[in-house]
């Protein structure tokens, strides 16, 4: 515990069976429980796993229970919400729980049958911390890739309740540039620029990390069920949290590479496949936040820019052709004017819209 505060680590794992061990044996005594999800692995990531289950390692005075709400006169909307929360686990992919008695034990091992992906193995970790009330939960990944002595930094920050959300961010460490693998680098900035404009942290980098930690309140406010489950989770993980109007705080780590562990994201694949899913991500992030929840006059300006963009692209395909076939006597004078007119007042109101969004979400990050 910390400060009295139950802590967890979620370790989504897919064949990590020379890595696991490590993961498990360095992880800091103040951690009450170590969430093991093997997402069906083909090797002995589950084997290796469950054979710390007779060790010290599995050794904790700290018990926890699964919450539940007493009925009483006044609290009928929270029976609700338990009763959901029950009813999920059905949208979560198929998984096993191997403790027969996990309230007494300090290694939870899930496995999921069939594979669910990093993202739905993190959120079916997050869904036993939220059963069991666990107060802060963190997240490492089962490649040995995240130095378990920053672990404590990460969750303190939700500990002393001065945000919901804490993420690492590597790419300040002064290594970075240097010690990052190039294409690592240069993929990361790309999607941290592409995260801010769809996740409305503006003030965030270094999105593609998984070392955080999370509020149980946090965890709550979401629905886990429908988090990403490839590579793209932390992107939307993000723009979840700020729907729900979640703090973040971003703390500095050093980045990990080499220690015996191939990465298995294919930069080139993942890239476009997460961009494509942050285009829709953001649409859904304005049209939710700032019109169904609360509206706000940056809804109208984000809105009117595309469609003032999208207006001028005839005029400016009009003005293309005149250029290519040379019409005789022939002079786009009005379309390129209509052309001007309405690229910049597209520009003028997504520049304000984003203006406005900036100023908005500050109060999100501390």
Not at 206 to 218: K, V
């Amino acid at each position: 515990m910390l400060d009295n505060k139950t802590i967890a680590v979620v370790v989504p794992a897919y064949n990590e069976e020379t890595q696991i061990g490590m993961v498990i044996e360095t992880m800091p005594d103040f951690v009450d429980r170590i969430i093991i999800v093997n997402d069906n692995s083909t090797d002995k990531t589950l084997e290796k796993a469950a054979s710390f289950l007779s060790t010290d390692h599995n050794k904790t005075s700290v018990k926890v229970s699964r919450k539940a709400v007493e009925p009483n006169f006044y609290n009928q909307a929270e029976l609700i919400l338990q009763e959901l929360n029950e009813k999920e686990m059905e949208y979560f992919t198929p998984s096993t729980l191997f403790n027969k008695n996990p309230e007494n034990d300090r290694i939870i091992i899930i496995s999921n049958s069939p594979n669910a992906g990093v993202g739905g193995s993190i959120a079916r970790g997050y869904k036993w911390c939220k059963d069991y009330n666990i107060e802060c939960t963190a997240v490492m990944a089962g490649d040995g890739q995240m130095d378990p002595g920053e672990l404590k930094k990460i969750c303190m920050p939700v500990v002393n309740e001065e945000v919901d959300y804490v993420k690492g961010n590597r790419l300040i460490h002064g290594s970075a540039n240097l010690y990052i693998p190039k294409t690592r680098f240069l993929g990361n900035s790309i999607l941290s620029l592409v995260t801010k404009i769809a996740a409305g942290y503006w003030r965030i980098s270094d999105t593609q990390t998984g070392y955080t930690a999370i509020s149980n309140e946090a965890l709550n406010s979401i629905k886990l069920y429908k988090i990403y489950k490839r590579y793209g989770m932390p992107n939307d993980m993000l723009v979840k949290l700020n729907m729900a109007y979640c703090t973040i705080r971003e703390v500095p780590i050093k980045p990990v590479y080499r220690i015996g562990e191939q990465s298995k994201m294919k930069v080139s694949k993942v890239i476009p496949k997460i961009s494509f899913l942050l285009l829709r991500l953001f649409f859904k992030r304005i049209w939710v936040k700032y019109f169904i929840k609360d509206f706000h006059p940056l809804f109208i300006l984000y809105n009117m820019g595309f469609v003032l963009l999208f207006a001028s692209l005839p005029f400016a395909w009009r003005i293309i052709s005149y250029m290519i076939n040379d019409i005789p006597g022939e002079r786009p004078i009005l379309n390129s004017l209509m052309f001007v007119f309405l690229i910049v007042s597209s520009f003028q109101s997504l520049l304000f819209a984003m203006w406005m969004d900036i100023q908005d979400n500050e109060r999100l990050y501390k």
